[in-house]
């Protein structure tokens, strides 16, 4: 059956910065070619709905609880090799579905922003089933095993770190391009700082702290509350909980009585908010660090989920546009030392707009269609 105009854009476990990402590069596609159908699905609900939203439940459980574990079973090759016969007994249930769903939107081209897919999408292209190009979007500055098959025609990657690394392990460089990870084309506009201050209810000439948790509100974010509240300068801060009623519920009471804290839930689009900050304090997810870097704000680093977070912290720190809070005090030292020394503030400022790809989405949808429309140029093995 021959394919349709359609690009099929999979991740796993809905709110995070994989389903983010595919919805970044699905709007800058729309726009460049509104003729292409751009369809996101969470490939494990699609495959396993129960299973699906079960693993997501525990995945989400066990970076609150029991991050060690994550830890263990994070770019292990102890752990690749002794689940690999589980992982193929998955596939081979799932392949039906998975084949179905092909079938249903006859692609172009799939893309997957998290491993998982990719592994399911690699072992299709193996069998013969999926014959169109495979391309994977790294979300993260970082690499590890689960995203490295040779079935991948192409690869998109945050930084020319992440290719050099890639190509340690064994891809071509020729199928690597350095893309910056996708964020929303929104992240990339000029606005003025003032007006979208005055438009939020900020001061404007008050230094302004953002305090994300990443999409489900997750760290201690209570306890950086309340270090930044013992802060003894002029400040304005905007906490954003994400999807965690019970923190937005603490914060917004423990802070009811000052002016100078404005609380959210879940934000959808986080661009203004970045745009009105001086300094951002979060978790450090790939999507939302690559974000800051667009707007040019520099970045103290928090509870990282071993693992991709800890990699994204060793790269943030190393190129001087972030600094690490391991606790609530550290967290106070830098912030004081940051407003106290306007300088520190703007050279990591500077060297985050040398390290930005505010375009990212643009470039991964031109090279999208660059593999879709010319593969006899580029894809291997594709007919």
Known sequence: MPA??????????????HQKAAEAIMEATSY????????????????????????NRMYLQMLKSAPFIWEYLYDNPDVEEATRDARELLRLMGSLKIKRMLKKYRPSGVICTQAMPAIAMAAEKRSGRLRVPLICAITDFAIHTYWL??????????????????????????WIRVTGIPINPR?????????????????????????????????????????????PLPLQTIVVCGRNPRVYKKIL?????????????YVKDTAPLLSAADLLITKPGGLTCAE??????????????????????????????????????????????LVRHPKKMESMRRRARLLSKPHSAWEASRLIFDVVNLRGSFARGIS
């Open 253 to 265: 009471k423990a802070t009811a009585d000052d002016s100078d804290f404005h609380v959210f839930g």
């Open 32 to 55: 460049m070619d509104p003729r292409v159908e751009c369809v996101t699905l969470d490939v494990g609900h699609q495959t396993f709905p129960f299973l699906g939203r079960m693993v």
């Open 149 to 174: 098959h040779p079935e991948v025609d192409l690869y998109l990657v945050g930084h020319d770190d992440v290719k050099k690394e890639m190509i340690r392990r064994g891809i071509a460089a020729e």
């Open 4 to 17: 349709n105009n359609c690009l099929l854009f999979l991740y796993m476990v809905p709110g995070t910065g």
């Open 292 to 337: 800051a870097l667009a707007k040019q704000v520099p970045m103290i680093l928090t509870t990282p989920i071993p693992g991709q977070e800890e990699r994204n912290v060793r790269f943030l720190t190393r190129y001087q546009v972030a600094r690490m809070a391991q606790t609530p005090d550290d967290l106070l030292h830098a912030v004081v030392d």
């Open 187 to 231: 992240f990339g506009e000029t606005v003025d700082q003032a007006q979208i201050r005055h438009k939020l209810r900020l001061n404007p000439h008050k230094k302004t702290l953002l305090v994300m948790g990443g999409g489900h509100g997750l760290g201690p974010m209570d306890e950086l509350v309340q270090a930044i509240r013992t802060i």
